[in-house]
């Protein structure tokens, strides 16, 4: 199994990405600690799993890095892989869209990140293949009406995570980001719930499909694999050839 003995943690758990990948990164033996805001079917959604712990909390608490770091050596003794996958969107177009609204995005998307991997990385250190995962967006290149801030927080990721590589590269841990195209997540099930709006995303991507959440779990997999020993700084698209053309 490709992430054996293994301890993980992955925010945005209740659903979606999060979800898959953390029964995927189980799966291969890993142990993750599962992570989402309350009320939102956290226990529920690993259910019956005994390699998944949960833990309920805010990303953007003050004390939430430390506590979610904490929970994940506490209970697993070690701490090899941080996925930071929890997101928000708030489309509004500039001149409608709130300052709350902005710093709500930056706040979740990417803040959230940064402070989860400086708490992280004390402990990533000691692990043999330390490992940092982002979820960023095909929006960090690109954009559509409305998405002035998610645009702004994904770019971001990206910048950030590439630093991230370099500054941490001599301890051995690699930072790699992944950027999803148009996927069937809670976040955009208002959209894709619309058959009209799904079948022009649809074809706009080379394979003429929306993605699923598993085609992301699999690219973090592979990120936190072994099989990823010698990438680092890296941004994976997947994303069904969506943007190869505009």
Same mark, same amino acid.
């Given at each position: 199994?490709?992430?054996?003995?293994?301890?993980?943690?992955?925010?945005?758990?209740?659903?979606?990405?999060?979800?898959?990948?953390?029964?995927?990164?189980?799966?291969?033996?890993?142990?993750?600690?599962?992570?989402?805001?309350?009320?939102?079917?956290?226990?529920?959604?690993?259910?019956?799993?005994?390699?998944?712990?949960?833990?309920?909390?805010?990303?953007?608490?003050?004390?939430?890095?430390?506590?979610?770091?904490?929970?994940?050596?506490?209970?697993?003794?070690?701490?090899?892989?941080?996925?930071?996958?929890?997101?928000?969107?708030?489309?509004?177009?500039?001149?409608?869209?709130?300052?709350?609204?902005?710093?709500?995005?930056?706040?979740?998307?990417?803040?959230?990140?940064?402070?989860?991997?400086?708490?992280?990385?004390?402990?990533?250190?000691?692990?043999?293949?330390?490992?940092? #995962?982002? *979820?960023?967006?095909?929006? !960090?290149?690109?954009? =559509?009406?409305?998405? @002035?801030?998610?645009? %702004?927080? $994904? /770019?971001?990721?990206?910048?950030?995570?590439?630093?991230?590589?370099?500054?941490?590269?001599?301890?051995?841990?690699?930072?790699?980001?992944?950027?999803?195209?148009? #996927?069937? *997540?809670?976040?955009?099930? !208002?959209?894709?719930? =619309?058959?009209?709006? @799904?079948?022009?995303? %649809?074809? $706009? /991507?080379?394979?003429?499909?929306?993605?699923?959440?598993?085609?992301?779990?699999?690219?973090?997999?592979?990120?936190?694999?072994?099989?990823?020993?010698?990438?680092?700084?890296?941004?994976?698209?997947?994303?069904?050839?969506?943007?190869?053309?505009?």
């Amino acid at each position: 199994m490709r992430l054996e003995g293994r301890a993980a943690i992955v925010t945005g758990a209740a659903s979606g990405i999060g979800r898959a990948s953390a029964q995927l990164f189980t799966s291969e033996g890993a142990r993750v600690l599962a992570v989402d805001l309350p009320d939102t079917g956290l226990g529920n959604a690993h259910a019956g799993s005994t390699c998944v712990s949960v833990f309920e909390t805010d990303i953007t608490d003050a004390d939430a890095p430390g506590r979610i770091v904490g929970a994940a050596v506490e209970a697993f003794g070690r701490l090899d892989i941080l996925f930071n996958n929890a997101g928000v969107s708030r489309r509004a177009l500039v001149g409608e869209q709130t300052e709350e609204e902005w710093n709500l995005t930056l706040s979740v998307n990417l803040t959230a990140q940064f402070r989860l991997a400086t708490a992280a990385v004390p402990h990533l250190k000691d692990s043999p293949a330390g490992r940092i #995962i982002n *979820t960023a967006s095909v929006m !960090a290149r690109m954009t =559509d009406y409305g998405l @002035a801030a998610y645009s %702004a927080s $994904k /770019a971001g990721v990206a910048g950030m995570t590439r630093a991230l590589a370099l500054d941490l590269g001599k301890f051995g841990i690699t930072a790699n980001y992944i950027e999803p195209g148009a #996927i069937r *997540t809670g976040m955009t099930k !208002a959209a894709f719930d =619309d058959d009209e709006i @799904a079948e022009i995303w %649809a074809k $706009k /991507a080379a394979l003429k499909r929306l993605g699923e959440p598993a085609d992301i779990a699999r690219a973090a997999l592979f990120l936190a694999s072994d099989d990823a020993d010698f990438v680092s700084g890296h941004g994976l698209t997947v994303d069904g050839g969506l943007t190869l053309r505009t």
